[in-house]
């Protein structure tokens, strides 16, 4: 059932992507006007994912899901329905809510009730769902459906899966009371937890590193074609593996954890990531196919170790206060960071693209390393 929600969570993503060419003819706007509608599901989301916590506390994961699948569901039938681009904005608002307590509860429930392989396939299916979203959407467009049909079919998709989620209320609870002995007595507050050592680095870690899959995402192909001369088709394939790598790299990571440590994962993740970025800077041909499949192996087990070690790092009843700012703090990279790095590549160079990949990346393995310092540290301090 997690795993199902988690593909419900990656199928909307893509979406306005793929149909903005045809969507923007039909309501008059101009192609920026798709920037409008991201940034209100990116600031929704963000807000869902600061809530989180305190609503879960109130009502439980389990009902928290099931209405955030509706929600992502009504805004889905929004796009189908609506008429003018004002209401796109309007249907945006559900869809951003949604996605961001999704995003934030599931992790938090995964990260304290399952071991490491989970919460590794559990990002495995949010690529899962980010595969299949743009395939049924360009299914419709090859077929001369209309977009709509492509946001109808994926919003009838989410209300089955609100209905699965109505009938398996009760497996929820059977982690309820394990939960609610391990945080009885506490509300934690956002607040209060920014106060904690190491959690601003965390956070710091979550911008910086989803900064840097957004980044890669949209300026990989321009770097390819402007930097390295391959074709258009040449670059959209090599960015196609990046994507196929980090969803098989997050399955083989799964299997990975049961016998090695979150720790060494995360710290051989980002070495891999390194060996792939410092391959794409000096390689050419083939070599580039292959730079860009280790950044995407490289990729794949951070974000859900950083997620899953938050309980052993700060605490099972500060964990769900943390990985909601996690999520809103990921979330606030990946719209801020892409752009800010797009102005300094159109204003200097293209060759900046790995140069700042590499900067982001000295900065996770800077963050990391104080976060496991001072826990060491306070360890010894309780011995």
């Known amino acids: ?16 992507g793929v149909a903005w060419p045809k969507m923007m003819g039909e309501f008059h706007v101009a192609q920026s006007a798709a920037g409008i509608i991201s940034m209100t599901i990116a600031i929704c989301t963000v807000i869902s994912s600061l809530q989180t916590a305190r609503i879960t506390r109130k009502i439980g994961t389990g009902k928290l899901v099931l209405s955030s699948v509706l929600l992502t569901a009504i805004g889905l039938m929004g796009f189908a329905f609506t008429q003018g681009f004002f ?103 956002n607040r209060s937890v920014l106060k904690q050592a190491g959690v ?16 890669i995402f949209l300026w990989g192909s321009s770097y390819l074609i402007e930097v390295k001369s391959l074709s258009v088709a040449a670059a959209s394939f090599i960015i196609s593996l990046f994507f196929a790598s980090l969803t098989a ?43 860009f499949m280790l950044i995407g192996l490289g990729c794949a087990a951070i974000f859900p170790t950083m997620i899953h070690e938050t309980p052993r790092r700060f605490g099972k009843r500060n964990s769900s206060a943390i990985i909601g700012l996690q999520v809103a703090f990921g979330s606030v990279g990946i719209t801020v960071i892409p752009p800010l790095v797009g102005v300094f590549l159109q204003d200097f160079t293209m060759n900046l693209f790995p140069i700042f990949l590499i900067l982001f990346t000295l900065v996770l393995i800077t963050t990391t390393f104080v976060i496991e310092k001072g826990r060491k540290e306070k360890h010894l301090i309780d011995l």
């Open 1 to 16: 059932i997690i795993y199902a929600s988690y593909i419900s969570l990656g199928l909307p993503d893509p979406l306005l």
């Open 87 to 189: 209401f796109l904005i309007i249907a945006a608002l559900p869809l951003g809510f949604g996605a961001g307590a999704i995003d934030t509860s599931l992790n938090d429930y995964v990260a304290a009730n399952f071991k490491a392989h989970h919460m590794n396939w559990l990002h495995a299916f949010w690529g899962v769902g980010a595969t299949l979203g743009p395939m049924i959407m360009g299914v419709m467009l090859n077929n001369h459906f209309s977009w709509r049909n492509g946001y109808l079919i994926i919003g009838y998709i989410q209300l089955a899966l609100v209905i699965i989620l109505f009938l398996s209320l009760s497996l929820w609870k059977q982690n309820k009371q394990k939960v609610s002995e391990e945080s009885s007595g506490y509300a934690v507050s």
């Open 200 to 215: 601003i680095f965390s956070l710091l870690s979550f911008v910086f590193y989803v900064g840097l899959e957004g980044t």
């Open 249 to 291: 790299g997050r399955i083989i990571s799964g299997f990975i954890t049961f016998w090695l440590s979150n720790q060494k994962l995360l710290m051989y993740s980002i070495i891999l990531l390194l060996i792939g970025i410092i391959t794409i800077v000096f390689g050419t041909g083939g070599l580039l196919y292959g730079g």
